[in-house]
């Protein structure tokens, strides 16, 4: 059994941590539905340099580590005069990673409405934005809750990388509490017990959500 002290006499140590990992992965979370909607938009887009920036992005970035890309903004950054912290490099790494795997749920949900729908929205009147805002997208998106919410759930996971960054995340502070009680593995199953905390509140409301989707057809 691990020994609960670990846990007691760190408490503040591992919130401050737990809070900046909320902190992230919310900001992440919203920042990476809203730029994968809008590279899954010009994915689908019939401007061909449109389509094809949308498909580089997604291509590019799924297929390489998110610790690279976070490389990019921390140490790349200051090359050209711009410095930010841990956090901030972390965080919208993880936002950038996350857009890609979140732009193809996106296009395969926009791909699954019917044709006719956005036939009979442009013969109504409406321009291909608006037909993508108010009819193709909110259909998209309930087609694709449960991957959705998958890549979100990897979302706050992936922010454990935020800890080879001084990002002052969950990770960061349970290296800091392993390094001053040398009880590594007690320091580390608390850790994760924090991140079920907050993934499986996460996978729970996935799952009724998309049971009460279905419910209502």
């Known amino acids: 059994m691990p020994d609960i002290t670990i846990f007691t006499d760190n408490f503040d140590t591992y919130m401050k941590g737990f809070g900046n990992t909320i902190l992230s992965s919310a900001i992440a979370l919203i920042g990476s539905f809203v730029l994968g909607t809008l590279i899954a938009v010009l994915r689908i887009t019939k401007v061909k340099a449109l389509q094809w920036i949308g498909t580089a992005y997604v291509e590019f970035l799924r297929n390489i580590p998110i610790l690279l890309v976070v490389f990019v903004f921390f140490y790349g950054l200051p ?40 036939e009979a929205a442009r013969a109504s009147g409406l321009n291909y934005m608006q037909t993508m805002w108010h009819v193709i997208l909110p259909q998209a998106i309930k087609i694709v809750i449960p991957p959705l919410s998958n890549q979100f759930i990897n979302l706050v996971k992936n922010s454990s990388v935020l800890g ?28 994760a017990l924090l991140y079920l905390v907050l993934t499986l509140p996460l996978s729970f409301m996935s799952f009724r959500l998309e049971r009460r989707l279905a419910k209502n057809g």
């Not at 919208?92 to 296009?107: D, K, M, W």
């Open 79 to 118: 090359s050209i005069g711009v410095t930010w912290s841990g956090f901030v490099c972390g965080t919208i790494g993880l936002t950038v990673y996350t857009a890609s795997f979140v732009a193809e749920a996106i296009r395969a949900g926009i791909m699954a409405v019917p044709k006719g729908q956005t």
């Open 164 to 191: 080879v960054f001084a990002g002052f995340d969950l990770m960061y502070y349970g290296d800091a509490v392993a390094s001053k009680t040398y009880a590594t593995f007690d320091t580390y199953i608390f850790v």
